[in-house]
């Protein structure tokens, strides 16, 4: 069911996106290298934007093999010159290769330069590359942005610098996994080679880089730096590198990150491996780490001399902002959170390098708790929203009510796996007025909604995203916010844009979460034009569908759900029958003037198959994170929605008459979208 529901969110996005007249889009099938060259090429011949949809060939084929260079070129694909974002589609086994024959002369796979941006989002392996030069299988000039989410990189190599990517000049980079590995979606990189610096990335010249949940395994360079170099000289009041929630592995000869110049922020990292792990003359700033070497190697650059984990030659790089655990005392973890010179006591890695904590490691609950002060923008949050398995977190692995993190990128499941019983409505009893709807789905996959407020203070918002349950937590990976909507019939389904606006997880230590509340999460996407806070919240039980012992308390439990119309894709219904009497009703659409727009109506009354339902919304309203003050929301009447049941409970009819000015009323037919698991209908 969960593979099922992203690809409608896929061809939904596809669709909403060849709505937008500026964009090109391109489709190509998987192992039609000339069909690829071809989208690139337009793409760069023209100003707006591109999309290339690749998607498996007709023979089912999902890789692009490549055994000769672009025109004589030293790259497999044309220049990357303009906009051009290359999106696979999202299920596992439709992952896309990209390869060069290992007989083919060396190349790389493309070179990003003229103000060029290349996003490579989701479900790519970029293989086997190799260069004499710079950036093995991809490289970036000045003034460009480089994204790659979800997507592999192995085996490839420069002569020079940047085994896998070299980004040079002004550029940007952000390689920011939103899935976990229990989908296998990707953000690896593995045994990339550089034969100077930089054995998976290189950065050099004024660029600036956010690397987050990656794996970065058994990279190697000839001097320095297997897995990352930093060499900016970016004047950055704010880091320069950020490194948050990665796995580390490898035996590396020389130093897994080398740091001449560029600071750094590094949090809830876990580094495991034999070697150095730091040589940097310039700030790096150190929280919530694992890190667990033996450090035996000889570093060529001091010749039989053996040398510390971290090593600044002086400088007082190293700065920690505490929660850090390490086997020695080099890293200047100074802070009383701090554990150096203490045994994490970790697993060797693992099938899929997650370096597991054992039972009784004192990194247990032993991180942060809270939000953590950024002076580089929004506030951090204590430890991200996953672990490496993609597990939520924090946990209360304990038990004593205080969701604490583990230190490093794994944490301890604190609580029984959750169930279907997980259904419902939560809230945060500080924080009333707004709240999160779940329905748990076949298949251990989940949709979540958020009924929160927008930062101006004046209008409302919401959120939907399918997720996955992962253990004891609800994880929604890519969370979106509609827009382009308007309400009754100015409402044109193909205006409708869904925008990317962070990630969510739902952590429960039990399934009552009562007197145990739960944890929400919401980590915002830092790409955003103007991100979204994140967020930490308790998530106590408002209301729920099934018993805990996962038994229907009511027959007309099954007409809950999630409801839409098809041709008006972009606003819905959701419903929530509580008992025989009684339901909950939240509407999520626009206002007449296009803003997002919500309505609730908690004490709906069942007579028969109908619903009626005085809803109720926000005349007075508040912000959204740290602006929220339940004491300013104020709810007012707007009107009665009337829903009717059909039999078999797929298809319901809508009334609704208005009292607010400017939306009147109407009728509506809406199908299901979504059953929520454990239900059947009475109908």
Known sequence: MYKIFISFIFMFFIQCTQAQDNTQIFVVNAGDNQGLIAAIESANNNTAAAKIFIQPGPAGETSFTFTEAYMGTDNALPVISSVVQIVTTPAAQN????????????????????HGRLGMNGFINVESFSVNGNGGAILAGDETTVQCRGTN????????????????????????????????????FRENRAGTVGGAISIQGQSRAVIKHQVFADNSAGVFGCDLNLNSS???????????????????????????????????????????????????????????????????KTSGILKALCNDFGTDAFHSLGYNISTENSCGL?????????????????????????????????????????????????CGYIDARGLGRPQDANGDGVFECDMGYYEVQGGPDITEAQSGLYFDTDRNGEGVHVEML????????????????????????????????IVIDEVYRASGGAFGAAFDASNIQNEFVGSMSLVFPDCEATDKPGRMVFESNKEMEEPLENLLVEAFTLSRLLTCAQTQPSEKIGRSGSFFDPQRSGEGIFIDV????????????????????????????????????????PTATTGFGSQFNSNEIQFSSWGEVTITHKPGCNEIDISYHSTVSGYGSGELNHVRLTQPAGITCDL
Not at 450 to 470: A, E, K
């Open 95 to 114: 992952r896309i290769t990209l390869k060069r024959d290992i007989n083919a002369p060396q190349f790389r796979l493309l070179e990003v330069s003229g």
């Open 153 to 188: 990189f192995r085996n490839n190599f420069a002569s020079g610098e940047g085994g896998a990517i070299y980004m040079g000049g002004e550029s940007e980079l952000m390689c920011i996994n939103t899935f976990g590995y229990r989908n296998d979606f990707g953000g690896e």
């Open 234 to 300: 970016i004047n950055a009041t704010f880091s320069t590198l950020t490194v948050e929630n990665n796995t580390f592995s490898a035996d590396c000869n020389n130093v897994l990150f080398e740091n001449p110049r560029g600071r750094m922020s590094f949090r809830n990292n876990s580094v495991v491996g034999r070697g150095d792990i730091f040589d940097s003359t310039d700030t790096i700033n150190f929280f919530g780490n694992l890190f667990d070497a033996i450090s035996t190697s000889t570093n060529n």
């Open 334 to 382: 100074d802070q009383s959170t701090d554990l150096p010179d203490t045994d994490p006591m970790v697993n060797l890695p693992d099938e899929h390098d997650v370096i597991a904590l054992k039972a009784g490691s004192p990194a247990i609950d032993a991180g942060a708790s809270m939000m953590q002060d950024n002076p580089d923008g929004v506030d951090y949050l204590p």
């Open 442 to 473: 076949g298949d251990d996959s989940a949709l979540v909604a958020m009924f929160t407020y927008h930062p101006n203070q004046t209008d409302l918002m919401w959120f939907v995203g399918s997720g996955s349950r992962m253990g004891n937590s």
């Open 578 to 617: 509580i008992d025989d009497n009684t339901a909950v009703v939240f509407f999520y659409t626009y206002t007449p003037s296009g803003e997002q727009f919500w309505l609730v109506g908690s004490g709906a009354s069942i007579n028969g198959n109908t619903i009626t339902a005085n809803m109720l919304y």
